[in-house]
């Protein structure tokens, strides 16, 4: 499903690019051919270029944003701000050893799921290794 989904957007990103393209080379056509550039020859030189330029740009910004936005309320609803510096204690708190089988740990589990009301509490924290955290979410390959 999510291919799918991916794909549609691919296709409007890519529709909308062409309108802002073909916007932009009317604008500069009406410009050049009033200033009495021809576009059949270094006008279209300068305005294809631009606009599919400009439109790069422009799009590419408001791609960016989107993505920042997304990213922020999909993890700031959940994760706090010092999440790095609460996983880092929880991390030292157990050694750095995995609550399971005492490998080396570089995961902060938590034992109630963020999603499920737990906290970010030291408390509702147990680091585990890479094995033992997959095994606990089984969907997480
Ligand atoms: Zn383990
Ligand atoms: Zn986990």
Redesign the pocket.
Known sequence: MKEIKDSISAILWMGLFAIVAAVLVTFFDKIFTSIGINMNEIGGCIAYPLSILITIILLGTIIQKLDNKKKTTDLSSLYPKNWYEIRALALSRDNYQ?G??H?PAIHVHHIVPLSKGGTNDLSNLRS??E??HKKVHPHMQ
Do not use: E, S
Request: charged letters at 0%; aromatic letters at 0%; proline letters at 0%.
């Open positions: 995995c399971n089988c490998a585990l290794c094995n033992c």
